[in-house]
């Protein structure tokens, strides 16, 4: 059988990128799916490729947004009858150096990532302490959360932000059967419209290799000398909330193909 047969999914910003591919893992593992992004066509077009509207539907929700979220999920409960896992995934990257880095770049950097997944886990947690079945919610933090790098403040400190949400939701909701865990991605090029978007070329001119080398590069310096792909952490996400690790919570795992010590 299928390990999320039965199972109702909302996943944010997964029109694109990870987000997309954990929606697609999910569908077929058998879950219904809620794909939530900003834009209603995208959001639709998303989920027409996992099936008709009985497997997968598309809503806009900008994640800064109770109400936005509030309708999400009140669709998804509609569509599907309930809601049992949750995926902060939506997100951007400002990458600036310290003295470049306004204050508006954190506020937006921190409205999108840390109160937006915030007011997203309230707004599920609410339903799945009413349905009494448990549940999951999963954060796409990232490695930046625990290693430091030049050039990104704000948002690895949102990550970092991410990251302990995790902890204290693992903590607060365990007594209904809710586990929190996390991923922590890195260098997933391919896919990603953060690194399509502006981000790739200057992390590309901070490490000296050229924009379509990117991959490849974050490749050579991971352990396994493996490119991360955006179904690499979609496969994390299908383990993670699977009834085999139904045991587990508080947890993040890295998806980076393995870093270094020093
Ligand atoms: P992406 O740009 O392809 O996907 C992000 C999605 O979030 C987009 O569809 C975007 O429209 C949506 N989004 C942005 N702001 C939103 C808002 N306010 N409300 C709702 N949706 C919103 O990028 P990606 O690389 O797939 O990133 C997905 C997540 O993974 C992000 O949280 C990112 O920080 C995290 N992550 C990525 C990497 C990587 O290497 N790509 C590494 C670590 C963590």
Redesign the pocket.
């Known amino acids: 059988p299928k390990s999320h047969a039965g199972r109702i999914a909302l996943v ?8 997309k591919a954990i929606a697609t893992r999910l569908a077929a593992e058998g879950a219904c799916v809620v794909i ?4 209603l066509g ?1 959001a639709r077009a998303a989920a027409a490729q996992l099936g008709g509207t009985d497997v997968a539907i598309g809503v806009a ?4 947004s109770e109400s936005d979220i509030q309708a999400g999920i009140q669709e998804a409960l509609l569509q599907f009858g309930g809601l049992d896992l949750i995926v902060n ?5 400002i990458s600036k150096p310290l003295l470049e880095t306004t204050e508006a770049d954190w506020d937006l950097q921190h409205d ?2 840390a109160k ?1 997944s915030f007011l997203v886990s309230k707004a599920a947690a609410k339903v799945l302490i009413e349905q009494g079945l448990g549940g999951d919610i999963v954060y ?5 959360s625990v290693f430091a790098g030049p050039n990104n403040i704000a ?1 690895s400190a949102t ?1 970092a932000d991410q990251a302990h949400q995790v902890r204290l939701l693992a903590a607060e909701l365990g007594d209904h059967g809710v586990k929190v865990n996390g991923i ?6 391919r ?5 399509a ?1 502006g981000w790739g070329a200057k992390r590309a001119a901070v490490y000296g290799v050229p924009e379509e080398e990117l991959g490849k590069y974050y490749a050579q310096r991971t352990l396994l000398k493996r490119e ?1 792909l ?1 179904e690499n952490v979609a496969n994390a996400v299908a383990v993670l909330t699977s009834a085999d690790l139904d045991h587990t919570t508080g947890l993040h795992i890295p998806v980076d193909a393995g870093v270094a010590a020093a």
Do not use: E, Q, R, W
């Not at 944010?12 to 987000?19: E, F, L, V, Y």
């Not at 796409?140 to 930046?144: A, D």
């Not at 922590?184 to 090029?189: A, K, L, R, S």
């Open positions: 944010t910003g997964a029109a694109s990128g990870i987000g939530a992004d900003l834009d995208k929700a900008n994640v800064t995934n939506a997100g951007l990257s999108v990532m937006g796409i933090s990232s490695k930046n948002y990550k922590n991605p890195d260098g997933v090029v896919g990603s419209g953060i690194f978007g991360v955006p």
